[in-house]
């Protein structure tokens, strides 16, 4: 009798196992990446990713904020940086280039950096962005599963990340971004 009930609990256990890595194989977004030859210090993706809500405050203005509700309604782009970050140095004049281009509206958000090195740190070498934000906890980054910097999402008009780049951007970047808003807008 004891043997039986060993089995049945085996046998739920099992059960409850499968179900639940069913369940989170099924939410968890498939990420494929699309790499060209000599792309090898930057990971670009397409996904389709729901933006999390969220309000972070701006580093230029105590009364505004950056939030889901400025991405709405058009393609936006968010490049998580730092100003300690020598990789997000490395990709800043990418992200100047895209401005000055005025491929899409721009948005920074300085990971674990305060908001004075951040303000610093763009004051000092010109700032794409339209808004700039901090996440000094890391909160929202972590909630995005933003593991290192820098990276950059297309955000589309619905507030999906569409594109990820984990990495610096470079030339090529641009390119991609123009040719991806060209056959999406």
């Not at 790499?35 to 009364?63: H, M, W």
């Not at 004049?93 to 721009?106: A, N, T, Y």
């Not at 740190?121 to 290192?148: H, R």
Request: charged share 25%.
């Amino acid at each position: 009798m004891k043997k039986f009930i060993y089995a049945i609990i085996f046998l739920i256990l099992l059960i409850a196992t499968l179900i639940a890595t069913f369940k989170i194989s099924k939410n968890t977004p498939k990420e494929a990446p699309v790499l060209k030859e000599g792309q090898s210090d930057i990971a670009f993706f397409r996904v389709r990713i729901t933006l999390p809500e969220f309000s972070l405050n701006d580093i230029y203005s105590n009364d505004k904020t950056l939030s889901k509700k400025d991405l709405e309604g058009k393609y936006s782009l968010i490049n998580f940086f730092a100003s300690w970050c020598s990789t997000c140095i490395a990709e800043h004049e990418v992200l100047l280039q895209l401005k000055q281009e005025q491929v899409i509206d721009m948005y920074g958000i300085a990971w674990r950096d305060g908001e004075e090195s951040a303000r610093q740190y763009l004051d000092e070498n010109g700032n794409p962005f339209l808004k700039v934000a901090t996440d000094t906890s890391g909160m929202f980054t972590k909630l995005a599963n933003i593991q290192a910097i820098p990276e950059t999402w297309i955000i589309d008009k619905k507030g999906n990340v569409v594109m990820r780049f984990r990495g610096n951007l470079q030339e090529f970047s641009i390119n991609e971004i123009k040719e991806f808003l060209k056959n999406n807008n």
